[in-house]
């Protein structure tokens, strides 16, 4: 595959992920004993754990791995509070 054959987007904290796979060019069916990989679109949903800061995602695919970077939103992210002592 292709890094334009993916489309990738995110809505509240569901992940969608759609592709492609096409097959070979001039290879016919006919040529095939048997398949081990399928072609066609294909569609992938994920549910995030978590809260994520959407205008930071970022995706890459190399040698025919596509790595999606999430990161937490601000607000998704633990923080410090003081306890302040009362007389």
């Known amino acids: 595959m292709n890094p334009e054959d993916f489309d ?3 809505t509240g904290e569901t992940l969608t992920m759609k592709g492609e796979r ?3 060019e001039g290879v ?3 040529s095939y004993r048997r398949q081990e990989r399928q072609f066609g679109r294909w569609t992938r ?3 995030l754990p978590d809260r994520v800061d959407s205008a930071q995602v970022s995706a890459a695919f190399a040698q025919g791995l596509l790595t999606i970077t999430l990161p937490k939103a601000e607000s998704a992210k633990p923080r410090q509070i003081s306890v302040k002592a009362t007389v």
């Open 8 to 10: 990738l987007s995110i």
């Open 22 to 24: 096409k097959r070979p």
């Open 28 to 30: 016919s069916d006919e």
């Open 45 to 47: 949903t994920v549910s």
